[in-house]
């Protein structure tokens, strides 16, 4: 019965896109536009002149998208430039729904009819190169010199079986965010970022009045719960192929622990990381909260009068957070040339800097994050930007759906009562154990 409910989790996973660290809660639109115009001939970033073929025929090439309108005004921007410094490349785009995108392309691998380039999910990249569906693109990767500038948990996200998929476009992590009007209110001094352990549990509970939680994190039975846990099992020494652990005994303790001493809402157990900032951090119902970095836009949004900051994961064995974000996957090679001048443009430092930026990310870059005033100066995103300096991947496992399934029966049987904290781990970890 356990392969029986893995597998058809696993299918399952692989026809939905997990809603984590991408900007998610943000509607995604059909791109009804027609394809950017070619401009003119030019020098590319790099100075060289772009090679049109003899013929003067254009080589077109597709790229699917599934960010925001806003933040895809900003890419389709930089690919107009592109064609204008490429005039042999024509670039042709496609909004896929967020929700969508990742079913859009496995409907795609079956059919044999897929884009050239597309964003997608950072823990789905390997997925696809585990199919034979992504592009290798280590040799490209290697000649081109540039991906050592990144940070070391994005740039992982990307290799499979020591090889390159993909290339990160933009990140984020989690960090906690606190309320300082009620630490003010209670003379609590606000956290630091070297807390331990010790120091965030006392901290959850002096918080926790009947006005307000001590803590705020998401353990909803999807990717976004499992996004929320995983960093404390990290924490303590252990990961997702160690779920047997003391370690990861010790963090869903402490987590379950909190949740039944009534330290955190038992609402969380089917809320998203937007709506419980929405209903309980931002509306003061919440001390301090687990949350991703593109938590702050939407709390600027819709709160900005909340008195608000963020500080790094307190520290057991370490201070460990997780990533989410996108990567650049090339998904066939017919044009693999023109595929990868799209990829390599849009991944420069410059752009890379240009586009986070403006779409409310962090570079993957270390190189265009020390020329950013934005990351390195507001006092929210830097914090995030040293905590993602601490970061790790997701995995990256080519079956991390049923992975993840794994972890989120056990905290939510823990969390309902219907297990012990052992039990249910030791039962994950064997499914776990099957799996890989």
């Avoid at 300096?389 to 823990?414: C, N, T």
Wanted: net charge negative; glycine share 6%; charged share 20%.
């Amino acid at each position: 019965m356990k392969k029986k409910r893995l597998t058809a989790l696993f299918l399952a996973g692989l026809m939905t896109l997990s809603a984590i660290g991408c900007g998610s809660g943000q509607t995604q639109t059909p791109d009804t536009s027609a394809p950017a115009e070619t401009g003119s001939d030019a020098a590319d970033a790099s100075g060289t002149e772009s090679e049109a073929p003899a013929s003067g025929e254009q080589t077109t090439i597709e790229m699917w998208y599934h960010i925001s309108p806003d933040q895809a005004t900003v890419l389709l921007g930089m690919i107009d430039e592109f064609q204008t410094l490429h005039p042999d490349i024509k670039v042709e785009t496609q909004s896929v729904a967020f929700a969508e995108i990742k079913k859009q392309l496995s409907i795609g691998v079956a059919a044999n009819q897929l884009p050239d380039v597309t964003l997608c999910d950072t823990v789905d990249n390997v997925s696809f190169a585990a199919m034979g569906a992504a592009v290798d693109i280590t040799e490209e990767v290697e000649a081109w010199g540039e991906i050592d500038n990144y940070f070391d948990a994005p740039r992982a996200s990307a290799v499979y079986e020591d090889k390159y998929y993909g290339v990160p476009y933009y990140s984020n992590c989690l960090a906690i965010m606190y309320n300082k009007d009620i630490f003010d209110e209670m003379g609590l001094a606000y956290p630091t970022s070297d807390w331990t352990w010790d120091e965030f549990k006392d901290l959850v509970a002096k918080t926790t009045t009947p006005d307000h939680y001590g803590l705020t994190m998401s353990l909803i039975k999807s990717e976004e719960g499992t996004f929320n846990v995983l960093p404390f099992i990290c924490q303590a020494g252990a990961n997702w192929d160690s779920l047997d652990s003391d370690g990861a005994k010790e963090a869903l303790t402490m987590i379950n622990d909190f949740y039944q001493n009534g330290y955190m809402s038992k609402e969380l157990i089917s809320m998203t990381q937007a709506d419980m900032c929405a209903s309980l951090f931002a509306t003061g119902k919440s001390a301090m909260m687990v949350a991703g970095s593109w938590l702050n836009t939407n709390i600027q949004n819709e709160n900005p009068d909340l008195n608000y900051d963020v500080v790094l994961f307190p520290t057991n064995k370490a201070a460990t957070s997780l990533i989410g974000g996108g990567n650049i996957m090339m998904m066939k090679d017919e044009h693999k040339a023109a595929a990868w001048e799209l990829m390599k443009f849009l991944s420069s430092k410059e752009n890379s800097l240009k586009y986070c930026e403006d779409a409310g990310y962090i570079s993957p870059r270390t190189d265009a994050v020390a020329e950013s005033t934005v990351w390195q100066n507001d006092p929210i995103l830097s914090v995030y930007t040293q905590q993602l300096a601490e970061a790790m991947p997701r995995g990256p496992h080519p079956k991390w759906p049923e992975i993840s399934s794994a972890l989120q029966f056990a905290y939510q049987d823990v969390l309902s009562g219907t297990s012990s904290v052992e039990d249910a781990l030791n039962k994950a970890a064997a499914e776990i154990e099957a799996i890989k």
